[in-house]
């Protein structure tokens, strides 16, 4: 992962009050604004136009109801999978790019702990890549439509990819880790490489777990590659 000398700030209530600028949120928000979802954690009511109710957290909770709408995703899909809404941070750190050039933004205390498990990574002879840190509803709910247009039926890309407001990539606490040279990141491969070993005995020391292992609760694919920082290490 490239490494910014000095980590910069990037205050991340403009992105929501911007939110419906994006061509994605606008589709959205044409969608019913009267809806419901169950999450795993509570509900979620919706019955103010997104266009009117400005407040940022509030255009985030419209925006997840009228994303699931237009995808078709089942009102308590969440609550079935007791998937707990991941909301975006007030503000983060970018610090470096991802695989793809894209500002590697993580919230403040997870970005100090990823920073220092990086070092660590580094004296052992690692040179981690991030594949993927955060990602706005936006970007979430283009990669469920996409797989859709491909054909894919809705249950079987919910295994691959969260639904729009409960990925933990949102939360700015999770990353999809490589290694320099892999030829094919983002696959059970990753598994048997040495640094994904490392992660296994030293990520929990840094506050980062492996978030989806084989036959996980909420019903994701195995996913070696997605470590998520907590500050609770039993959250």
Known sequence: ???????????NRRELTDLMRDPWAIACQSTSSLAIIHTGTGT??????????????????????ACHAALGIPRDYALTRSLPLETPPPFWIEDGVDLQGRPVRLAPEASRAFRALVDA??????????VSSYRSLAHQARLVRQALDRGQPLEGVLRRIAPPGFSEHHSGRAVDLSVAGEREPLTEAFEDTAFYRWLGERAGGFGFRLSYPRN????????????????????
């Open 1 to 11: 992962m490239a490494r910014a000398r000095h980590p910069r700030y990037h205050d």
């Open 44 to 65: 979620i009511s919706s019955t103010t136009s997104p266009s009117v109710d400005t407040t940022p957290d509030n255009r985030f909770l419209c925006e997840v109801v």
């Open 121 to 130: 990574a580094r004296d052992a002879g690692f040179v981690p890549v991030v």
């Open 216 to 235: 996980n609760r909420a019903g994701f694919i195995y996913e070696p590659w997605h470590w998520a920082y907590r500050a609770d290490p039993t959250a």
